[in-house]
């Protein structure tokens, strides 16, 4: 094609002609542009043209009606070639059919899409981990520690623990060569600065070489409960401290009578 961008060596393509369904004298000039899809033909046409008055390459996936009246995806490259002598150029392009791997992509695309909005709606948090650090975390976890995912893509992620959890995190999570699924119990803090206790269990998913691709984890605030126990225990404590100081002898006995 020259400068005007039109087709003249169709009829040596025939499998275009073929697929286009086209006969050869709709599609030369810039025919063939009518077989884009519509809704993108205004785009795809200024494209192109951008294309030739620069001289430049195109690299384009765009969908073209073919013979049976359907829109498949086709990428196309098309390639200037200059004349030595006179410096005209004309256009080289070759055309393939992407529409199975483009329609995977779009549904690849579409699952992980779902996938993600069904992390982000279920009622936990949720966490996935390489050896480099926390990968992902549904939108519950990043709210609470009011971080986006990318800021806890590195070891960053240990500054939203409490300082005195940090090593025996690090410890479990990245130091440790445990590849079993592992417990562990610390405390994060939030957003409204205030650090409560975690529970978070990790599993792995492994390699087809053993080597751990992934930990998933479920991260649970179990804040309340923690300090409910921890207030038992001290109260308990205290209550056996209180026995062991009187200065009296107490004793339990059962319904029987005998000392427990």
């Known amino acids: 094609m020259g400068p005007s961008a039109s087709l003249s060596q169709l009829h040596k393509d025939r499998v275009f002609v073929a697929a286009l369904g086209r006969p050869l004298e709709e599609l030369l000039g810039e025919g063939w542009l009518q077989s884009v899809e519509p809704a993108s033909l205004g785009e795809a046409r200024a494209e192109w043209y951008d294309c030739i008055r620069a001289r430049v390459r195109l690299?384009?996936?765009w969908r073209f009606r073919v013979?049976?009246?359907t829109y498949r995806w086709q990428q196309l490259r098309a390639e200037p070639s200059f004349h030595e002598d006179s410096g005209d150029v004309c256009w080289c392009l070759l055309g393939v059919d992407?529409?199975?791997?483009?329609?995977?992509?779009?549904?690849l695309q579409a699952s992980e899409l779902e996938a993600r909005e069904i992390l982000d709606r279920v009622p936990a948090m949720i966490s996935t981990r390489t050896e480099k650090g926390v990968a992902y975390t549904n939108k519950r976890l990043s709210d609470y520690v009011g971080a986006a995912i990318t800021d806890l893509r590195n070891g960053s992620y240990l500054d939203y623990l409490h300082p005195d959890d940090r090593d025996a995190v690090a410890a479990e999570q990245i130091e440790s060569s445990n590849?079993?699924?592992?417990?562990i119990v610390y405390r994060l803090l939030g957003t409204d600065e205030i650090y409560r206790w975690f529970h978070t269990r990790s599993e792995p998913?492994?390699?087809?070489?053993?080597?751990?691709?992934r930990w998933?984890?479920?991260n649970c605030d179990i804040d309340d409960l923690?300090?409910?126990r921890e207030l038992l225990r001290e109260r308990e404590l205290q209550l056996n401290l209180l026995t062991e100081t009187l200065p009296a002898i107490l004793w339990k006995a059962d319904l029987n009578g005998q000392i427990t």
Request: hydrophobic residues 25%.
């Open 98 to 107: 992407v529409d199975e791997q483009f329609r995977a992509q779009e549904a």
């Open 216 to 218: 998933y984890a479920l």
């Open 67 to 69: 013979y049976d009246g």
């Open 59 to 61: 690299d384009a996936t």
């Open 205 to 213: 998913y492994f390699n087809e070489d053993g080597s751990i691709y």
């Open 226 to 228: 923690y300090r409910s």
């Open 179 to 183: 590849k079993g699924p592992n417990d």
